[in-house]
């Protein structure tokens, strides 16, 4: 027995199945991301200006990444509008572009969750705090890692400017970056820019990364829907397309909430 | 060229336009965020922008301007709810006098 409404739409609500499921799909969606970013809110005016960090992401790599999500999200809708002209060469072209654009946001993704491993604060037992990296860009270090490992002093490159400064002065980055020494003994915390540093960290991790998942699941469908679900095409084209046009409502949708994601977090 | 050929390729050149304007929405919301016009109207324009683009992505890639009504419904309950969840947000935020001190 046939599915009814998988390829031609309902008479009485006039969409095909998977167009509902996807929609309803995307509203829980929307809920969820709604939730973090109202805990983002509560983080954001609960946290006191000189907690909330400036100008310690990557603006001009954001920016590329923003772009890039952009372009999948027009290769995407390329994508499907070429198989409605019926050109199944262009379309698998655009889904190529798609999933390669994704494999980059992924990537520059985790460049700068690496970057972030190997960022450093420091709270010094004087009050005093600083930003930069410690020589030799170790990842994952901790206080208390210092002290069983016996280290002495550490090595820090501060940043030109102190987060707190705010948010025009933290993004800038002149001056002299000088080597300087710091006893463990003076040290209260140390901290790499995980989610356990800050309120911040905590919320740029999470909603990055549950964003960042929702990339690799659409690439996964993405790039089947190019590869062997390409098939369909010479069976079932209708459906097919119907399958690629869900995908692409699913893209555009992660697309949209990056477009939130990156004036919040990196800009703001 | 068939009808359906025609305003599928009127649709094409519309969604490189879209993409243009999406591009161009992102400079300007980084460009924005280089003035300062006070932390308030800095997040309010780069709402403003965000949600123009947003906009943009619903309405020509998702096709939200022309869809059909069972679609309008299902948004409309999300759109109330998501609407209700930012108002408690605004609310639970009321509750607390604002924080002052550092750690």
Known sequence: ?268 | MSDHSLDMARHVRGYLIVGAALLIGTLLTVWASYIDLGHHWNLVLALVIATAKASLVALFFMHLISERSLIYLILGFTAFFFVGLMFLTIGANADYPPLTTTR
């Open chain 1, 1 to 268: 027995m046939d599915i009814p409404y998988t390829a031609q739409p309902r008479p009485d609500t006039g969409i095909y199945n998977a167009k509902a499921g996807i929609w309803l799909f995307l509203a829980s969606e929307v809920m969820l991301f709604g939730a973090l970013f109202s805990a983002y809110i509560l983080l954001r005016v609960g946290a006191a200006p000189a907690d909330w960090p400036h100008g310690l992401l990557n603006i001009p790599i954001g920016t590329f990444n923003t772009a890039v999500l952009i372009l999948s999200s027009v290769a995407v809708v390329m994508a499907w509008a070429s198989l409605k002209l019926r050109q199944f060469t262009r379309f698998k072209t655009f889904q190529a572009i798609t999933v390669l654009c994704a494999v980059v946001f992924l990537g520059v993704k985790s460049l700068e969750y690496r970057d972030k491993f190997m960022h450093y604060e420091v709270w010094k037992t004087d009050g005093t705090r600083l930003t930069g990296h410690l020589k030799g860009k170790p990842m994952f270090l901790t206080l208390a890692k210092l002290k069983a490992a016996g280290w002495e002093k550490i090595e820090f490159i501060p940043d030109a400017h102190f987060y707190a400064e705010g948010k025009l002065a933290a993004r800038k980055h002149d001056g002299e970056h000088k080597t300087v020494e710091i006893y463990v003994s003076g040290i209260k915390r140390l901290s790499a820019f995980v989610p356990a540093h800050s309120t911040y960290f905590a919320i740029y991790f999470t909603l990055t990364a549950l964003h960042a998942l929702h990339v690799l699941g659409g690439a996964v469908v993405i790039a089947y829907l190019f590869g062997p679900g390409s098939k369909m095409w010479f069976t079932d084209p209708e459906r097919f397309t119907n399958r690629v046009e869900v995908t692409g409502l699913f893209w555009h949708f992660v697309d949209l909430v990056w477009i939130f994601l990156f004036p919040v977090l990196y800009l703001l």
